[in-house]
């Protein structure tokens, strides 16, 4: 069974730039959760979905940060414009398959940004 | 809000020996899940083992076992005979009602041959 991709691994760029992050969750699982690790620390949940509708987003940044879920498989996430404080590792879960609890979580490798 | 702590921000442990993580919770809930999730520096979050806050009974994986103690709020995570491969960033997690996953600070093992 393939796991959580992600891409891309690494990012650099510019303060003030777009950049976007892509996440495929594995086959079946109906949720999907973006979360942000910043050095030295665990992760924190941006946004949740369930299928393609957004649950929880209460910690996501919307000023600036902006996400979907179309078709309810892949996910994007978009920062626009970034700070030098979003340098981070950005990481996509995947849960709720047959004869899983919603609550475990299979974790993509992750995006690690770095804003200049 | 719910809150995980991991009090040892570093351990370590000789090669084939037994090490124990600490990981302390604070929630209102009674039923909830906890969950250890290893982190080596590739990055990737792997699942090591989960408890369901109604089992009374510690989850064990191979090597693997949590002393859960529910009254204390306590769960903690023994790797016995400790190989190489388990040197990582070892993360605690909580899982309640609200379906998100709220991770301790890290506890980093190395593990010495």
């Known amino acids: 069974e393939a796991g959580v991709v992600q891409s891309p691994r690494y990012k650099i760029i510019e303060k003030k730039q777009p950049v976007a992050f892509w996440c495929n969750p594995i086959?079946?699982?109906?949720?999907l959760y973006w979360y942000r690790q910043n050095l030295g620390q665990g992760p924190e949940l941006l946004i949740r979905?369930?299928?393609?509708?957004?649950?929880?987003d209460s910690q996501l940044p919307k000023d600036r940060f902006s996400a979907e879920r179309l078709k309810g498989v892949d996910s994007t996430l978009k920062i626009q414009p970034a700070e030098l404080g979003d340098s981070a590792v950005y990481l996509c879960?995947?849960?709720?398959?047959?004869?899983?609890?919603?609550?475990?979580?299979?974790f993509g490798p992750g995006t690690r940004l770095t804003v200049t | 809000a719910q809150t995980v702590t991991q009090s040892q921000p570093e351990m370590s442990v000789q090669e084939a020996e037994t090490v124990t993580l600490s990981c302390t919770y604070d929630?209102?809930?009674?039923?909830?899940?906890l969950f250890w999730y290893k982190q080596p520096p590739s990055r990737q979050m792997i699942l090591v083992i989960r408890q369901e806050a109604y089992k009374q009974q510690n989850a064990t994986e191979n090597r693997f076992s949590v002393n859960f103690q529910k009254a204390a709020k306590s769960f903690s995570l023994k790797i016995s005979d400790s190989q190489l491969g388990d040197a990582a960033m070892y993360f605690c997690a909580y899982g309640g009602s609200n379906y998100k996953l709220t991770f301790g600070k890290g506890t980093l093992l190395t593990v010495n041959p």
């Open positions: 086959s079946g699982h109906n949720t």
């Open positions: 929630t209102s809930e009674s039923d909830y899940y």
């Open positions: 879960a995947s849960s709720g398959g047959t004869g899983q609890g919603i609550n475990e979580q299979y």
């Open positions: 979905y369930e299928n393609e509708e957004a649950v929880d």
